[in-house]
T-cell receptor
Framework: GQQVMQIPQYQHVQEGEDFTTYCNSS?????IQWYKQRPGGHPVFLIQ?????EVKKQKRLTFQFGEAKKNSSLHITATQTTDVGTYFC????????????FGKGTLLTVNP | EADIYQTPRYLVIGTGKKITLECSQT?????MYWYQQDPGMELHLIHY???????EKGDLSSESTVSRIRTEHFPLTLESARPSHTSQYLC????FGGGSDTQYFGPGTRLTVL
């Protein structure tokens, strides 16, 4: 099935610093989703990217889909303690539109 | 916030016991999923269903079984629990439709097998 490499595995920042996590695939993706999981919580959908080169913003979060649709990034500007959690990318797997394969996630911790 | 529920939230049980983890959603979604996740680790799909009477095994082999007799209900059963089954189990659902569908997750069941 489809696989994605997500880096870094961990990122610790000072509050106010920026943060970026990346997802990379060896094959062209039809789309990519991003989820956030707070410590002790469950994954919550953030956004879906579909178009080549697409850029979407949600307040301090900026999501990008690469031109070749093989990579994606999530960038957080001026992190806050509320941004703490694990950020997962997810892509369709096994040729199905309904199954998702999740990246291993990036755990973000923020020092106040 | 999505309407998907899991019970129990926490379960501590002895080896060899039979357990059923409940998952229900009130959104009328056709597709439902079970994931297994160890603390701080990635999500592994263990079962999914496209609709009533449809169940499929996921990417990670699991000794658990599932059933889908009603649209809203997707229970997971372990016939004989073992310590290796200790993990968090997350249920999710999504709508039937074209393209990728957003998955809505329940709060999870944290299972500990002694």
């Amino acid at each position: 099935g489809q696989q994605v490499m997500q880096i870094p595995q961990y990122q610790h920042v000072q509050e106010g610093e920026d943060f970026t996590t990346y997802c990379n695939s060896s094959t062209t993706l039809s789309n990519i989703q991003w989820y956030k999981q707070r410590p002790g919580g469950h994954p919550v959908f953030l956004i879906q990217l579909v178009k080549s080169g697409e850029v979407k913003k949600q307040k301090r979060l900026t999501f990008q889909f690469g031109e070749a649709k093989k990579n994606s990034s999530l960038h957080i500007t001026a992190t806050q303690t509320t941004d703490v959690g694990t950020y997962f990318c997810a892509v369709n797997s096994g040729g199905s539109n309904y199954k998702l394969t999740f990246g291993k996630g990036t755990l973000l911790t923020v020092n106040p | 916030e999505a309407d998907i529920y899991q019970t129990p939230r926490y379960l501590v049980i002895g080896t060899g016991k039979k357990i059923t983890l409940e998952c229900s959603q009130t959104m009328g979604h056709d597709k439902m999923y079970w994931y297994q996740q160890d603390p701080g680790m990635e999500l592994h799909l263990i079962h999914y269903s496209y609709g009533v009477n449809s169940t499929e095994k996921g990417d990670l082999s699991s000794e658990s079984t599932v059933s889908r007799i009603r649209t809203e209900h997707f229970p997971l059963t372990l016939e004989s629990a073992r310590p290796s089954h200790t993990s968090q189990y997350l249920c999710a659902s999504s709508e039937f439709g074209g393209g990728s569908d957003t998955q809505y997750f329940g709060p999870g069941t944290r299972l500990t097998v002694l």
